[in-house]
């Protein structure tokens, strides 16, 4: 496994969102799509965001494991997509980083488009469509993670009277 950089890019619930925004106006002009293909399990919320805004109902999940917390290891392919032939989708993962889990995608949807959130410069060749450049050395704490979004968190665990 390689360790991977400390510096940390913590991202908020309302970045997160017009980070999306921003990704959603870029990916129209490569439409329409018969479906989604989220990344699982760092593109499920980017899914939720753009399946409602391109209005995808169709939303298949490919899960890949590369990481163990901060360590990358070899991504593995845990849950195939199956998508069906003749059809145009949309793969969405949340960052872009070094490029190998959007290569082991490839291969299960060679026709489709990619895009990501977020992308680093070693992950940029392997993605169609991001939204924001983050630096390689970065590492992005993402509101779902659990040292992630503290306001929300916190915001939500308060009891009420």
Same mark, same amino acid.
């Given at each position: ?7 940390? +890019?913590?991202?908020? =619930? ?16 490569? &439409?329409?799509?018969? &479906? $989604? $293909?989220?990344v699982s399990r760092g593109g ?11 209005? +995808? ?20 392919i845990l849950k195939d997509a199956n +998508?069906?032939?003749?059809?145009? =989708? +949309?793969?969405? /993962?949340?960052?872009? /980083? ?45 509101? =779902? /993670?659990?040292?992630? /979004? ?12």
């Amino acid at each position: 496994m390689t360790e991977l950089p400390q510096r940390e +890019l913590a991202i908020s =619930w309302g970045q997160f969102h017009r980070d999306c925004f921003a990704l959603i106006e870029s990916v129209r002009s490569s &439409g329409p799509f018969d &479906g $989604l $293909l989220a990344v699982s399990r760092g593109g499920l919320a980017p899914a939720a965001i753009l399946s409602a805004e391109l209005s +995808l109902r169709r939303v298949e999940v490919i899960a890949i494991s590369s990481y163990d917390g901060r360590s990358r290891g070899d991504a593995k392919i845990l849950k195939d997509a199956n +998508l069906p032939s003749n059809s145009r =989708w +949309l793969v969405i /993962d949340d960052i872009a /980083d070094s490029g190998e889990t959007m290569k082991l995608v490839r291969e299960q949807a060679p026709d489709a488009v990619y895009a990501a959130v977020y992308a680093k410069p070693a992950g940029r060749p392997f993605v169609d469509h991001f939204a924001v450049e983050v630096a390689q050395e970065d590492w992005v704490v993402f509101p =779902w /993670d659990p040292a992630g /979004d503290t306001e929300w968190r916190n915001k939500g665990s308060k009891k009420s009277d």
